[in-house]
């Protein structure tokens, strides 16, 4: 089973400044990653799949990036409304699909 | 639209079994590789089970032997049947579609539902 670790556990980042979040693979997952956006009391969202690639409508400030085992998330400009938990997900070896603790990205 | 919407969740005493339901609409399931995600209150995403297009299906170590995930064609139905609960099941169920690029070769989970809370307790 490949074991995703994510870090920070907590982010606090002013408005408008950048927010970087990291996630590792306890093996390589080339880029087949994922990261999803959840907000309280919602279903996660898709934002990001083969570790660089927006979804439909995420907004161009959100990007990902890395391969193998390390992989980043970035918010280049945080907004109030980016206040949530963020997860990234491997799809490179499964069953099983395993995902990261998740990252809680908070207003400063 | 896709539409993705799960029932069947409650309060259930340990060593019960419940059916979890989820009603697809704007996708056909059995065209569809179909999973449930859990998510244990105040806790992270874990995969519980898949089922493809053709009809395989796949389990997490934590749920094999328990979970049942299944599909009615007829009634654009994906169903997940759970038996001997324990506390540690207690979590909000999402049905989710599993989807792939058209290269075949980057996945992702595209559609969620709202989720279906289950909770295992005497």
């Known amino acids: 089973e490949i074991v995703m670790t994510q870090s920070p556990a907590t982010l606090s980042v002013f408005p408008g400044e950048r927010a970087t979040l990291s996630c590792r693979a306890s093996?390589?997952?080339?880029?087949?990653l994922a990261w999803y956006q959840q907000k309280p009391g919602q279903a996660p969202r898709l934002l990001i799949y083969?570790?660089?690639t927006r979804a439909t409508g995420i907004p161009a400030r959100f990007s990902g990036s890395g391969s193998g085992t390390e992989f980043t998330l970035t918010i280049s400009s945080l907004q109030s409304e980016d206040v949530a938990v963020y997860y990234c997900?491997?799809?490179?070896?499964?069953?099983?699909?395993?995902f990261g603790g998740g990252t809680k990205v908070e207003i400063k | 639209d896709v539409q993705l919407v799960e029932s069947g969740g409650g309060l259930i005493q340990p060593g019960g079994s419940l059916r979890l339901s989820c009603a697809a609409s704007?996708?056909?399931?059995?065209?569809?590789?179909l999973t449930w995600v859990r998510q244990a209150p105040g806790k992270g995403l874990e995969w519980v089970s898949l089922?493809?297009?053709?009809?395989?299906?796949y389990y997490a170590d934590s749920v094999k032997g328990q979970f049942t995930i299944s599909r009615d064609n007829s009634k654009n139905m994906v169903y997940l049947q759970m038996n001997s609960l324990r506390a540690e099941d207690t979590a909000v169920y999402y049905c989710?579609?599993?989807?792939?690029?058209?290269?075949?070769?980057?996945?992702?989970?595209?559609?969620w539902g709202q989720g279906t809370l289950v909770a295992v307790s005497s």
């Open positions: 093996q390589s997952v080339r880029t087949n």
């Open positions: 997900q491997q799809f490179n070896d499964w069953p099983p699909l395993t």
């Open positions: 083969g570790a660089s």
């Open positions: 089922i493809y297009s053709d009809g395989s299906t």
């Open positions: 704007g996708l056909t399931v059995s065209s569809n590789y």
């Open positions: 989710v579609r599993l989807q792939f690029d058209p290269s075949g070769f980057y996945f992702y989970f595209d559609y």
